[in-house]
């Protein structure tokens, strides 16, 4: 979580989303329905893939309200894995290599983008002009220009960096910024860029469960669980005064909801007249309204109702852990160095506490968690960075606190990821983490 450009807190507590991103999560969600129709399998690889996907994908349903209990998901998933066929339309991956469009489709699977925070730039961010088939694909933290130089001198046709190399808006590509420099070095080399970001923070499996997993297994929660696409975002209820007044307002409905499919239910029929509800979508809200208010009866009886996204379990910002073997402050300390391979950490003691004291529950934010890990109840919170005065506030209720520095608390799920995303390619695809990528801190 948070970004290498800076702000990561500021952004992840207030979740304003800059302009330029509303393009990128638009061409994430018509990733959805494209990677549903076509998942299903074909050989082992992909077998194992979704026998591996099953285990921790959700299940999306972005145009509709319906929302499925555990039970229910997994059912569906598992008569998924039996009943799809993988059609990847053009495979190359008989070949050994695979298209750009068909790792996209992988990685989807693997954590949808719409699981990413609103302000957040994920998916494809540099895409090669001149197709080519993807057979060198390099994970990295954070993609500087030792990262890049790896990139070229190893023939890498895809870099997916955990942190978008492209955040903030441009208006030119040129050589004085180091961004920029980067985004034009990958479009020379023909060298696809993508970034996963926040999808790996929330999705289940994904980031925050590898980092709360170094304590050992517990009985783990999401802090800010993730909501579900929901087309239809309000209801309009109304009174209508005959079945011919119902099917000419419907009509007219219709006629204000180009993008989703009307939705409308006629509860009942009384003395008083035809009760109808109906869903639309927030850009089809006003248009709507507008319509009802010409009519006299809906416009005397109009209620507008807010609906509310269905929720994602087991996705989302944060992890909690009710620990099944409480350790000492002590043993969690060595465990976390272990878990994150670092020599070093820092710690905050909690007011009362000691390094003999019992952590029985720990909260976990990946990168600069302070914002969502602010005002939880654990022993202990793990997060990347927080201010002095966010770790002063935490240590004053009692919390301690430790700190990895920020990208040293995301680093180690690439070796995870690349396992997950190795079983789902073909043989003839190289999957490699970075050995230049490192936090730029360092203990001295
Ligand atoms: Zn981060």
Same mark, same amino acid.
């Given at each position: ?26 061409l ?12 299903c ?7 194992q ?23 229910a ?25 695979m ?12 954590a ?6 609103s302000?957040?730039n +994920? ?5 090669p ?10 994970l ?5 220009d030792?990262?890049m ?21 441009f208006?030119?590509? +040129?050589q ?11 479009v ?5 860029i993508?970034s ?20 050992g ?15 239809h975002?309000?209801?309009l ?8 007044? +119902? ?28 009760? +109808? ?8 809200l ?19 109702l ?23 402050m ?7 160095k272990s ?44 997060t ?31 070796a ?19 050995k ?9």
């Open positions: 979580m948070g970004h290498s450009a800076g702000c990561p807190s500021e952004v992840k507590g207030k979740r304003k989303a800059p302009l330029m991103l509303t393009a990128c999560r638009n994430s969600r018509t990733f959805l329905p494209l990677t549903y129709r076509r998942l399998t074909r050989g082992s690889w992909t077998h893939a979704a026998l591996s996907t099953a285990s921790f994908s959700p299940l999306f349903l972005p145009h509709s309200h319906i929302f499925l209990t555990n039970q998901t997994s059912a569906l998933l598992n008569s998924s894995i039996h009943s799809h066929i993988f059609c990847l339309s053009h495979s190359t991956f008989s070949s050994g290599v298209e750009l469009k068909e790792v996209l489709q992988v990685l989807e699977q693997l949808p983008l719409s699981l990413a925070e302000w957040d +994920v998916g494809l961010l540099v895409e002009s001149k197709p080519r088939p993807v057979k060198t694909i390099l990295t933290n954070d993609l500087t030792a990262v130089a790896e990139a070229e001198a190893m023939s890498c046709d895809l870099i997916i960096s955990y942190h978008p190399p492209l955040f903030r808006p208006k030119r590509l +040129v004085k910024d180091w961004k920029q420099r980067l985004a034009i070095r990958a020379e080399a023909g060298i696809a993508f996963p970001h926040t999808s790996w923070d929330s999705v289940k499996g994904g980031v925050n469960d590898w980092l709360v997993g170094g304590l297994s517990g009985q783990v929660s999401v802090l800010s669980e993730a909501k579900g696409d929901a087309s975002s309000h209801k209820e109304f009174m209508a005064k005959s079945a011919g007044e +119902v099917q000419g307002i419907l009509e007219e409905l219709k006629a204000c909801d180009s993008e989703t499919t009307l939705q409308h239910a006629i509860s009942r029929s009384d003395s008083s007249g035809i009760h +109808v509800s109906v869903t639309c979508s927030d850009s089809a006003t248009p709507s309204v507008q319509t009802l208010l010409r009519h006299n009866a809906p416009s005397q009886s109009l209620c507008i807010k609906l509310e996204k269905p929720p994602l379990p087991g996705h989302g910002q944060g992890r909690l852990s009710i620990l099944d073997q409480p350790v000492t002590e043993m969690a300390i060595q465990k976390m878990h994150l391979g670092l020599s070093h950490l820092r710690l905050a003691l909690g007011s009362g506490q000691t390094l003999e004291s019992s952590v029985n529950s720990v909260a976990v934010c990946a990168g600069s968690g302070a914002s969502v890990l602010n005002g939880v109840k654990a022993d202990l919170y793990i990347g960075e927080m201010s002095h005065h966010e770790v002063l506030d935490a240590v004053a209720k009692g919390m301690s606190v430790i700190l990895s520095d920020h990208s040293n608390s995301e680093r180690g799920y690439l995870v990821f690349k396992e997950r995303l190795a079983v789902r390619l073909p043989e003839g695809v190289t999957v490699a983490v970075s230049t990528d490192r936090d730029p801190l360092e203990v001295v």
